[in-house]
Structures are given as structure tokens and as C-alpha cells.
């Protein structure tokens, strides 16, 4: 049974950083691109970045471009989003999620297992 765990959110203000983590178990995640996703309150779920199987390529909404890096270590099974000059607009739950596929893509539809989420708050 494959599982995503997210971890390292938290209340942060304007300004600061936060790192997350996705750790998986039951599934190798070399094999697999990764993403992460947001869902802010009211609001629908979306994109914010992608990577693909061996960490060669990146992709990020532009509303997270320059300050936010995903990447991956898969020795230790992980993928990390680093979240630098975080403002308020950027809280939401983050979602990390992985596809069946060496390639990721902006869809969420298309990602085949997710987390459960880690909450993300920044204050002003």
C-alpha cells in the first residue's frame, strides 16, 4: 500500500521560509514524478510545483517561481519543497502527490497517489 506522509508545516510569518518533506513508503519513488499541490480555503486546488523521476527537470506555477524549489533525495525515498519569502497569499494545505509516470504535469487529476496534507500559514 503505497503512502505519502507530509511533514514540516507550520506558522510562519511574512518574509520566512519553511521546508517541507514528503516521505513515501510502499512504493519506490525513484521511478515516479512528483508534485506539489495547495488548496487554499474556499479556494480550488492547485498546481505549485513538479519534478520529474531522477530530478532532472522542475516546473512551478508562476505564482511561486524564484521562490519556492522542489526537489528530491531518493536514497531517502523524499521529495522537499523549499519555501523561501513565503507571504500570506502562499497559505493553504500542500499536498504532495505522485504519478505513474517519469513525467509530472500540472493536472492533480493526473497523480495517481497524495497525502494528506500539511498545513501551511503565514502571517502578516
Known amino acids: 500500500q503505497v503512502q505519502l506522509v507530509e511533514s514540516g508545516g507550520g506558522l510562519v510569518q511574512a518574509g520566512g521560509s519553511l521546508r517541507l518533506s514528503c516521505a513515501a513508503s510502499g512504493r519506490t519513488l525513484s521511478r515516479y514524478a512528483m508534485g506539489w499541490f495547495r488548496q487554499a480555503p474556499g479556494k480550488e486546488r492547485e498546481f505549485v510545483a513538479a519534478?520529474?523521476?531522477?530530478?532532472?527537470?522542475?516546473y512551478y506555477a508562476d505564482s511561486v517561481k524564484g521562490r519556492f524549489t522542489i526537489s528530491r533525495d531518493n536514497a531517502k525515498n523524499t521529495v522537499y519543497l523549499q519555501m523561501n519569502s513565503l507571504n500570506p497569499e502562499d497559505t493553504a494545505v500542500y499536498y504532495c502527490?505522485?504519478?505513474?509516470?517519469?513525467?509530472?504535469?500540472?493536472?492533480?487529476?493526473?497523480?495517481?497517489?497524495w497525502g494528506q496534507g500539511t498545513q501551511v500559514t503565514v502571517s502578516s
Open positions: 502527490a505522485s504519478r505513474d509516470r517519469l513525467i509530472p504535469t500540472m493536472v492533480g487529476d493526473e497523480y495517481d497517489y
Open positions: 519534478i520529474t523521476w531522477n530530478g532532472g527537470r522542475t
